[in-house]
T-cell receptor, first 113, second 113 residues
C-alpha cells in the first residue's frame, strides 16, 4: 500500500530533551515536507526537501532540523524542544511535478512539558 | 503565511443534501487542491485542479476554479454521514518552486444522519 509512515503517533516529552520524529514513504517520491498544525494558525510548512541531500526552510523552521540521506526517509529533529513546539505534525510527500497531490502521514501529536 | 480563506467556516447539513465550500487565494498558482481531515487524523487528498482547468469531477466531488477571481469551490453531492470532516483547500504557488502548499483555515462539515 502506498503510504507515508510517521512515528510515533503520540509523544509527550520534557523541555530540552532531544527527539526525532521519523517519516518514511514507499512511493519513490522526490519531494517531502513537514508541516505543523495549530488551532487558529492552520497548517504551516516547517522544512521541505526536493530530493536526497537537498533541503530548505519553510515558513516556521526555527527550532527544527531535518535531513534527507535517503530518498524514502525525512526525519524531523527537535534538538531542544520547547513548549511552543507542542503541536500536531504531518509529513507529506509527492512526485516532483506535484501534479497529483500530496500523500500525508497520519500525524504525530507532540506535547512538550 | 495563509493564502487561502475558506467560507463558510462551519457547515451543517442533512444526509442527502449537497455541501458547497468556497476558497479564495491571493497569488498565482500552479494548481489548487482539496483535502479532507477527520478529527486529529492525517489529511487525505481529494482532488487537484490545475490552473488551466475550470472544472473537475471525481465521484461525488465537483471542483471549480476561477483564476480571474482567485477562487475555487468544492461541491459534495448527496452527502453522507461519513463525509463529516474538515475540508481544506491548498494552493501550490506558481511564483516559487518550493512545492509549498498554502492551506486555508478549513471548513468543518457536519452531515447529520
Amino acid at each position: 500500500e502506498a503510504q507515508v509512515t510517521q512515528n510515533p503517533r503520540y509523544l509527550i516529552t520534557v523541555t530540552g530533551k532531544k527527539l526525532t520524529v521519523t517519516c518514511s514513504q514507499n512511493m519513490n517520491h522526490e519531494y517531502m515536507s513537514w508541516y505543523r498544525q495549530d488551532p487558529g494558525l492552520g497548517l504551516r510548512q516547517i522544512y521541505y526537501s526536493m530530493n536526497v541531500e537537498v533541503t530548505d526552510k519553510g515558513d516556521v523552521p526555527e527550532g527544527y532540523k531535518v535531513s534527507r540521506k535517503e530518498k524514502r526517509n525525512f526525519p524531523l529533529i527537535l534538538e531542544s524542544p520547547s513548549p511552543n513546539q507542542t503541536s500536531l505534525y504531518f509529513c507529506a510527500s509527492s512526485h516532483y511535478d506535484r501534479d497529483y497531490g500530496y500523500t500525508f502521514g497520519s500525524g504525530t501529536r507532540l506535547t512538550v512539558v | 503565511s495563509q493564502q487561502g480563506e475558506e467560507d463558510p467556516q462551519a457547515l451543517s447539513i442533512q444526509e442527502g443534501e449537497n455541501a458547497t465550500m468556497n476558497c479564495s487565494y491571493k497569488t498565482s498558482i500552479n494548481n489548487l487542491q482539496w483535502y479532507r481531515q477527520n478529527s486529529g487524523r492525517g489529511l487525505v487528498h481529494l482532488i487537484l485542479i490545475r490552473s488551466n482547468e475550470r472544472e473537475k469531477h471525481s465521484g461525488r466531488l465537483r471542483v471549480t476554479l476561477d483564476t480571474s477571481k482567485k477562487s475555487s469551490s468544492l461541491l459534495i453531492t448527496a452527502s453522507r454521514a461519513a463525509d463529516t470532516a474538515s475540508y481544506f483547500c491548498a494552493t501550490d504557488e506558481g511564483s516559487s518552486n518550493t512545492g509549498k502548499l498554502i492551506f486555508g483555515q478549513g471548513t468543518t462539515l457536519q452531515v447529520k444522519p
